[in-house]
């Protein structure tokens, strides 16, 4: 199980303010249907988190599952806990901050 943080103010808008939180993880589900992303997962939207469960069938499918769902307008944080069909080692995550250049 992980835990990812994204920008709250940037991504896409797939839900507006009023919209209850079931119809918001169904509208991040289709974003994953519509991207083509492979898996059998299940969105649930508390606030500015989601959380996402289920099975993917490599580790590169699971974490553009996780970044599919954090690239969403409104959301902070992704809590996954996706199960990997073949194992393989995880990407190297980096936040950029404020001073970091390429020549660094």
Sequence with gaps: M????FVKDAGKKLFGEDEAPHSSAEAIEKEVADLGLDGDIKVEVEGDTVRIAGAAPSQEAREKLILAAGNVLGVA????????????????????????TLWK
């Design 2 to 5: 992980g835990f990812f943080d």
């Design 77 to 100: 944080k992704v809590e996954e806990d996706i199960s990997v069909a073949s194992s393989e080692p995880e990407a190297n995550f980096h936040t950029v901050v404020k001073g970091d």
